[in-house]
């Protein structure tokens, strides 16, 4: 409760206990102020009212005005959001220690049940989590959970909670209640957590819309997010239900009626204006729809108003209709922006499309309509521009499909002239009748009168075209002329995984149709297949698209079945094409709610059987068209492209209602599939005039009766009879929550799998590995929403295994690194950090992922002594240490950042590489065909020598190890004096490393008396400018070691060590004799150094000298290294003072460290990385909030 203020100025007037705060200050000093500025502005101005309650009035009015005048002055006017808005977001950022980036979207005051009790607080919803604080009583408790993790929202009431938001994760569910407005409330949290969906499915991280409409006066505590996320809401809304392109933004809606010519009557409704359509929604569901396309608009005037009907506005349109509207509120706004909009659109239309025009929108008294040629194309539907001009795209090759391929490949059927193509005559001449009454095109009314027709099949000569209108795609393929043309050009000749696919499936596409059994049809198939897998990479090709194009190929031309397959793809069946068919999934979970609640008897049954799973698929992806004839599924995508989505379930109930009773009878999923397959195979449409296509799929027949024939039309009737109640904003509300649920199920599957895939090598437990899985993609995804433009953010390949789908880069791995590694070092953790990112990143592009992640983590936490030492030991030496890191530089950068060929690197300690040559010329020629891959012959052998060693369960061993430098030495013992800084027995520590320390920098000074390199006893050889070749390990002393040529070695042999280990096509040429430049011939010598004559004592060992002719190619053993020696003077290459003799190796470190208890103590220790992750996900808020790149993100 906040203190009264010492100093206050009220007003109270006479005989009333009411007092009325003017003022108020900390200090007399504050307060006199104010009663000053009284005295002077107010007091002389109250004699002038009569009676007291005036006064207070006017005092009253006086304090508030100038209250709302300074706060008005104080809101900066570039900020969008009110002030109290303001700082309730700031409040949110101080609170969850949430970075700038992290925008507010809206906050409300609610409780939070923990256990029985609710907490009153705020919860915040902010475009990444939902917040929730409280403090009452003492008691704090504050909630932070991402949108990414929420598995299900729930609204619901119960008796212990009153009407309340569910809320689950994988760990917990939670539970909010006592809402001002619990539906808004639910309804933005659930497209928050579906923003967060998609950025899972698809990585698009949410950012705001700047291109929707804003308001014309800001809403009171409103943020502008909130206000988006409302109009990005209602836009989706607007598209679906005019099935309109993606890419359309409503731009206002307002309430009017609608003349209806064919009944006489204003409708009352809702009219929508967007950048390119007017449309109209009637309050009744079903009494008439109308898209107007702005392209279309000719006239657009203010009608005389009259009291029958206020302010009428009537439209014109190309083809001669005219469209009234009355009873709108704002008319002269309204006007003013459709003229607005009309001004914007092009006017010019390209070539071809009026005369489409012409036949598409027709005068609804012209009587020519039916009187059409059946060979003329226009008769099949509104032919694209393509039909009217030489296509040059497919110029020497098969000829574009210029119409529907049904057309084309009619077989001469009696059927035409029979009672069925009598039958086909009057649905054509209904259809006609049709247009004339409702008008013909995109501006027709659509009314209930237009879905019976549509039920009742839509003549084969006119479904082309009334596909392209109910889809949608007529719209997008008019306002794209020439595009498919061009895209087909693109992307013909062009290979790739989606085209091979095609390829592979084009055979299989109807195969039983006679359109698909020629040359003619298939090139048209997969023209239509490229050119959709060219301009949505995304989704490429998925199966079923072969099947369902097929389809559309038969009754449209190509141009046209490439915008119905876009229509398809990406509005009216969304994610259904994807590699994880996500949108199919999720109306697979509709379909088994909605299962649940029309035939819940047989719903149990289902679960049990499992079938629901495995019909649905088959059923929605391919629209009925692979498991039912031919003749019947082509009426079930008519009613599809009218209804939606809707139409689908609605059947697939119909169809489950009727074989109830022998699916609650099966036994198991295959008789229950046995049923439904044989059910499917016998729906048939007797009114078909084309000659029955024989069904592939397998006729399921028994000892019984034949099976029984079920109409499609009947079924279609029975549908909307028992299931016709379905509405399609339901359905939408639906996918929200099972999207939710598909993906997050996705997710798990993806963590499994990659968890399974790591598990084998790794020493950490299965749930330390999902827990270290669920920390490592959290960072990955941090970086996409707070992320400043890094590579790991760029757009994640859903095509990638599951383990190379989440990368991290540097930056995040030392986030990581800091909190879970075991080895805190200070100020020096980044640093080492840094070093095993290196070490990690075998194909240096500058990211790891999960199992590269987990064996770095494995590596410090796991195994004994030795192993743990030995990754302490590679992170300082070469990649792990950047040669600026030590104090030589330049000699250490000779060796390591010269050439550096990633493709080898990481398998260097695993191979022994030949390099057989006999002049410098041929060793470079062949460094540089390892360099480019595929170019050498000897390639392919080096590359199957890689994968064999690869796949042998190979261990590293401490021999392997290349010895280590005096500034590399330098460097491990700064990280272990910082490592042991916080530690509860440093004291011993520091004593225990400082012995071992001047120990080994002991035993690298007598190691460099050993390590004299001989020097060959040739007249040639000059004692000051010779150097013999350098052996992999140290070289014991020998009769040379006297010779003065010997001090002037300038490396060191542990350095040859790491640069054979990190580059395998350096050997030789970083290992070359340095001659006096006399050069020597092809008798020059070669260094043959075998493990077998290593020696375990001082890390030394013996060397032979064997000339090239001497040694046969058969005697060479597989683990030899033979270096070639042919070079120039070292003196130009390698400048140095550093004294470079003296080195150390592994085996004297362990050795070393292994007298000291306290520091085998510390090694052997046992670490808890549950715990640490536990902590690592406490602090990772406050923490991301101060890291470096969420920053300078915000001020980028």
């Not at 705060?21 to 307060?31: D, L, P, Y």
């Not at 002239?417 to 049709?434: C, F, L, R, T």
């Not at 979970?589 to 289902?606: A, D, N, V």
Request: aromatic share 10%; with cysteine.
């Amino acid at each position: 409760i906040a203190r009264v203020a010492p100093y206050r100025i009220l007003h109270q007037t006479q005989d009333s206990q009411v007092y009325w705060a003017v003022a108020c200050g900390s200090s007399r000093k504050e307060i006199t102020k104010h009663w000053e500025w009284l005295e002077n502005n107010l007091l002389q101005t109250l004699s002038i009212f009569d009676n007291e309650e005036d006064i207070t009035t006017f005092v009253k009015g006086k304090i508030h005005g100038i209250i709302a005048e300074e706060n008005k002055n104080e809101q900066p006017q570039s900020e969008e959001d009110p002030g109290k808005f303001k700082e309730a977001e700031l409040k949110m950022r101080k609170q969850f220690g949430m970075p700038e980036v992290e925008k507010l979207v809206n906050y409300y005051s609610c409780s939070y049940w923990k256990g029985r009790v609710p907490r009153q607080g705020w919860l915040y919803l902010t475009v990444n989590h939902l917040c929730f604080y409280s403090f009452l009583l003492g008691k704090e408790v504050t909630l932070v959970i991402q949108w990414v993790d929420v598995t299900q929202l729930e609204k619901n009431a119960t008796l212990l909670f009153p009407e309340c938001i569910k809320v689950s994760t994988r760990d917990s569910e939670l539970y909010f209640s006592m809402f001002l407005n619990i539906n808004e409330t639910f309804k933005l949290m659930e497209q928050l957590a579906n923003i967060a969906m998609r950025q899972l499915l698809d990585n698009e991280s949410f950012l705001q819309d700047k291109s929707l409409p804003k308001p014309r006066r800001p809403l009171k505590n409103i943020s502008a997010l909130k206000r988006d996320l409302d109009a990005r809401a209602k836009n989706e809304c607007y598209r679906a239900t005019f099935r309109l392109p993606k890419d359309e933004c409503l731009d206002g809606h307002t309430d009017c009626t609608l003349w209806t010519p064919f009944n006489k009557m204003h409708i009352p409704g809702q009219m929508f204006v967007s950048n390119n359509y007017i449309c109209f929604a009637s309050r009744a569901e079903e009494a008439c729809h109308l898209i107007i396309p702005l392209r279309e608009v000719t006239i657009v005037e203010k009608a005389d108003s009259s009291s029958v009907l206020p302010s009428p506005l009537s439209i014109s349109t190309k083809s001669k209709m005219t469209f009234f509207f009355a009873n709108l509120k704002d008319r002269d706004f309204l006007v003013q922006r459709i003229s607005d909009f009309l001004q914007r659109t092009p006017s010019k239309k390209p070539c071809g499309i009026d005369r489409e025009w012409k036949w598409n929108v027709a005068d609804p008294s012209s009587e020519e309509i039916p009187e059409l040629p059946s060979s003329s194309p226009l008769a099949v539907s509104p032919t694209s521009a393509l039909s009217h001009r030489p296509v040059s795209f497919c110029a020497g090759q098969v000829p574009t499909a210029s119409q529907g391929l049904l057309k084309l490949f009619r077989r001469n059927s009696e059927e035409l002239s029979g009672p069925k193509g009598a039958k086909e005559k009057m649905k054509e001449e209904s259809w006609n009748i049709h247009f004339f009454e409702y008008g013909r095109g995109m501006c027709m009314y659509r009314t209930a009168k237009t879905r019976e027709l549509v039920q009742k099949g839509i003549p084969e000569n006119l479904r082309g075209e009334l596909w392209l209108l109910f889809s949608g795609a007529w719209n997008e393929m008019v306002t794209h002329p020439g595009y498919y043309g061009d895209l087909v050009e693109k992307s013909m000749g062009r290979y790739n995984l989606a085209t091979e696919e095609i390829e592979r499936d084009l055979h299989r596409s109807m195969p039983e149709h006679p359109a698909f059994q020629n040359e003619f049809g298939i090139a048209a198939l997969r023209r239509v297949l490229t050119a959709y897998a060219f301009r949505n990479p995304t989704i490429g090709y998925c199966q079923a698209m072969n099947i369902v194009t097929s389809v559309l190929l038969l009754y449209c031309n190509e141009e046209e079945a490439f915008w119905l397959l876009v229509a398809l793809c990406e509005r009216m069946l969304p994610d259904y094409y994807n590699t994880r068919v996500v949108g199919a999934l999720v109306d697979q979970g509709i379909f088994e709610e909605l299962t649940r609640e029309y035939l819940p008897q047989l719903s149990e049954k289902m679960q049990d059987l499992g079938v629901i799973s495995t019909i649905s698929l088959s059923w929605f992806l391919t629209l009925f068209l692979s498991v039912m004839p031919f003749e019947s599924a082509v009426v079930i995508v008519d009613c599809f492209f009218y209804e939606g989505i809707k139409f689908i379930l609605q059947v697939s109930l119909a169809i489950l209602d009727a074989n109830m009773e022998k699916l609650l009878q099966c036994c198991d999923e295959g008789e229950a599939m046995t049923i439904l397959g044989r059910y499917l195979d016998n729906v048939v449409n007797r009114q078909s005039v084309s000659p029955p296509i024989p069904h592939l799929h397998a006729l399921l027949t028994s000892g019984d009766d034949p099976p029984l024939e079920i109409d499609i039309f009947e079924l279609i009737k029975t549908s909307y009879e028992k299931f016709g109640n379905l509405k399609a904003d339901d359905i939408e509300q639906m996918r929200f929550k099972q999207r939710l649920k598909v993906i997050q199920s996705l997710e798990d599957t993806a963590k499994k799998s990659v968890v399974r895939a790591v598990s084998g090598d790794i020493g950490f437990s299965m749930e330390e590995l999902e827990e270290l899985y669920v920390v490592f993609k959290a960072k990955y995804l941090m970086s996409c929403y707070w992320g400043n433009n890094r590579a790991a953010a760029a757009r994640r390949d859903q095509s990638l295994p599951y383990l190379e789908q989440y990368r991290i880069d540097m930056e995040q791995f030392k986030e990581l690194f800091i909190s879970l590694t075991p080895w805190a070092c200070g100020a020096h953790t980044p640093v080492l950090a840094a070093r095993l990112f290196r070490l990690l990143d075998e194909n240096r592009d500058s990211l790891i992922n999960f199992k590269e992640f987990v064996t770095g983590m494995s590596g410090m936490y796991h195994g004994d002594l030795t192993e743990k030492l030995k990754v302490l030991y590679k992170l300082h030496l070469p990649p792990a240490l950047n040669p600026e890191e030590t104090e030589s530089a330049l000699e250490a950068t000779s060796y390591f950042t010269e050439d550096v060929t990633t493709e080898v690197s990481p398998f260097v300690s695993e191979l022994d590489i030949c390099l057989h040559c006999e002049s410098q010329g041929q060793s470079m020629d062949y460094v540089h065909a390892l360099k480019e891959k595929g170019t050498s012959p000897q390639d392919y052998r080096y590359y199957l020598r890689m994968w064999a060693k690869e796949k042998e369960n190979k261990k590293e061993t401490i021999k392997d190890l290349p010895k280590m430098s005096q500034e590399q030495f330098i460097e491990l013992c700064k990280t272990l004096y910082n490592m042991f800084s916080e530690d509860p027995v440093e004291q011993e520590l520091y004593h225990a490393i400082a012995t071992v320390a001047s120990l080994l920098l002991r035993i690298g000074e007598v190691g460099k008396k050993f390590s004299n390199r001989p020097t060959r006893k040739s007249e040639d050889c000059k004692a000051n400018n010779t150097q013999d070749p350098v052996s992999e390990e140290e070289s014991p002393t020998s009769e040379q070691s006297q010779n003065s040529a010997v001090e002037q070695q300038p490396q060191a042999d542990h350095e040859d060590k790491a640069s054979v280990d990190a580059q395998p096509e350096k050997t030789q040429q970083e290992n070359q004799t340095l001659g006096d430049g006399s050069g020597e011939g092809q008798g020059s010598p070669l260094q043959l150094l075998s493990d077998d004559e290593t020696k375990d004592d001082m890390s030394m060992s013996s060397y032979s000298m064997v000339s090239t002719g001497s040694l046969q190619c058969e005697d060479i053993a597989d683990d030899t290294v033979l270096v070639g020696c042919e070079g120039s003077s070292a003196a130009a290459r390698y400048g140095s003072t550093i004294d470079t003799d003296w080195s150390i190796s592994f085996e004297q470190i362990l050795a070393s460290m292994l007298t000291e208890t306290a520091l085998v103590n510390y090694f052997e220790k046992k670490v808890n990385i549950l715990q640490k992750i536990k902590d690592q996900k406490k602090v990772e808020r406050q923490f991301s909030s101060s890291s470096d790149y969420e920053l300078s993100s915000v001020s980028g």
